[in-house]
């Protein structure tokens, strides 16, 4: 009789609240990045909010000063300029991981398949935080070493809806970073910092998914058929100007991947 060795290996299934409440309460931004093989939904629980996620010392938010800005394009051909860069950006991307969990938490009575798409955007988000860190270390900088800031946690005290949540995060500054991200690939690229540049491509290929998916849930959303503009400018959170949804040059064609409305596009554009 042959006898053979079988290794079964058991998947770790947690559900969203879970998952969610680990990534907000864990300090340790390890346990914040970990992402189980399979996610249900059986028990979102009851509705849960928290003032500022629990982070490690080394990364509490730090008030931002004016001086601190960000070094110039210019400034890129020094490989020190551009990991700070990249620094800021893993900061967001953290920022992000932690407001779609609050999301989570914020909304249990959401549509099953928005929260499944809520998921996969956080997971997505995790993975570029990942290779954030990873390409910072290759740079010989540890992410944390520099100040991170609150920034767009400030504006969690007034998400009361999906739609303020989606006007917020997907359509103003994730779509946003349809027009600063290839500024800062190409600037990579003229610099010969192809690893930074392939980064930065795989950001911007993910954030068109992401405003994607921001823009058909508003549809689904907007039960009165208002204007789509009109609709996301009226649930943006009060400190918010509809402004900050765009950057210096316009990427009309991103936001036509992504299926952002023409005249959702042109009113933008035009502000």
């Not at 390890?30 to 982070?55: H, M, N, Q, V, W």
């Not at 620094?87 to 398949?113: N, Q, S, T, W």
């Not at 103003?172 to 003229?190: C, Q, V």
């Not at 998914?209 to 849930?217: A, C, P």
Request: charged letters at 30%; hydrophobic letters at 40%; a neutral charge.
């Amino acid at each position: 009789m042959l006898l053979t060795n079988s290794i079964i290996t058991e998947l770790h299934t947690m559900e969203l609240r879970e998952f969610a409440l680990q990534i907000l309460t864990s300090e340790d931004i390890d346990t914040k990045l970990y992402t189980p093989d399979r996610l249900t939904d059986l028990f979102p629980g009851e509705a849960f909010s928290i003032d500022s996620p629990c982070r490690s010392i080394d990364m509490q938010f730090k008030r931002h000063h004016k001086e601190e800005k960000l070094p110039t394009f210019k400034d890129h051909h020094t490989q020190e300029k551009r990991a700070i860069c990249l620094h800021r950006f893993c900061g967001h991307e953290l920022l992000a991981v932690e407001i779609m969990a609050y999301a989570l938490l914020k909304f249990p009575d959401a549509p099953k398949p928005f929260r499944k798409g809520l998921a996969n955007t956080l997971i997505e988000e995790q993975h570029h935080v990942r290779i954030y860190r990873k390409r910072l270390e290759e740079m010989g900088l540890k992410f944390g070493e520099l100040p991170l800031y609150k920034h767009f946690w400030k504006h969690i005290p007034y998400l009361t809806s999906i739609e303020n949540y989606l006007s917020m995060m997907s359509l103003t500054f994730e779509m946003a970073n349809l027009d600063f991200a290839p500024l800062y690939r190409d600037s990579f690229l003229r610099h010969n910092d192809v690893d930074s540049a392939n980064l930065m491509q795989k950001i911007i290929d993910d954030e068109i998914g992401h405003v994607s998916f921001g823009v058909s849930w508003m549809h689904r959303m907007n039960k009165e058929n208002k204007d789509p503009f009109l609709f996301y400018k009226e649930n943006l959170p009060p400190l918010l100007d509809p402004k900050r949804a765009k950057g210096f040059v316009f990427q009309t064609d991103l936001r036509k991947k992504a299926q952002v409305p023409n005249e959702w596009i042109e009113g933008l554009k035009n502000l």
